[in-house]
């Protein structure tokens, strides 16, 4: 069967950034068993021969109209399906859907009958508020890192942006390259509604990455590598605070001073 990747190769290189990032997932420990989730607009990518295409089956609900996703086309991770075989074989592991019209059914396209993630109804809430701001994001990550996770676990870090000032202080890359810092979401169910609603409202605090409590990440950028990027930086400081923790002392941390410093040379946003 000819894939829908064949002579397309900005698709090709979209999907295989998809491949690479779950890999990094998996080899970080992020991605157990069928954890987390890869959700990409790929709409600029569409041609008239693929919107040509049959489904490969009946269409299926989203739960609720989002009216921004009109003539909208995604790459979704599959359901059940576990980061390491993604990473060798993206699309057995994940399918493409379009959005129908009306916004409230999608139908998958290719290249086989891949169900997506049950998360897809809350990651297609979050493109649909993307749109609506005039966002240029187009991708979203849900990942398990260890050292962000373990942090949720004691309250003082789930308080407005004290985590988030602690994390910049680590090392100034932090603060450079996650210049927005770390949202926080009490625990709510997984996949349920509220959780979706909560990080929305986060992102639209503006945050790029939000910590979901004693569960993982969400994070949006405008390609999948980038919102790993972020989520790889914002942990790589959290290993440094508890690796500084675990040789028993309380890590020092840039001064607000020299943080401020950064934000002025770097033009960080405030």
Known sequence: MTSILENRPGLAAEIGRVAEVAGYLWQKGWAERNGG?????????????????????????????LPHLEGCWF??????????????????????????????????????????????????????????????????????????????HSRKWLEKDVATRMLWSMIPETKAFCPRGLGMVPYMLPSSVELAEATIRTLDEDYDVVMWEKHGVFAVDTDIMSAFDQVDVLNKAAQIYLSARGMGFEPEGMSEAQMQELSTVFHLPK
């Open 75 to 152: 790459y979704c991770k599959g359901t059940q399906k576990r980061m390491r075989d993604l990473a060798r074989a993206p699309m057995a592991n994940g399918s493409v859907i379009r959005i129908l019209p009306g916004c409230t059914r999608y139908e998958i396209v290719a290249d086989a009958p891949v169900l997506p993630t049950s998360e897809l109804p809350s990651h297609l809430a979050v493109h649909d508020y993307l749109l609506a701001k005039g966002s240029p994001y187009r991708a979203s990550l849900h990942t398990h890192p260890i050292e962000l996770v373990a942090l949720t």
């Open 37 to 65: 989730n890869i959700t990409v607009n790929i709409t600029e990518w569409v041609d008239d021969a693929m919107r040509a295409l049959p489904a490969l089956g009946e269409a299926h609900p989203i739960g609720k109209a």
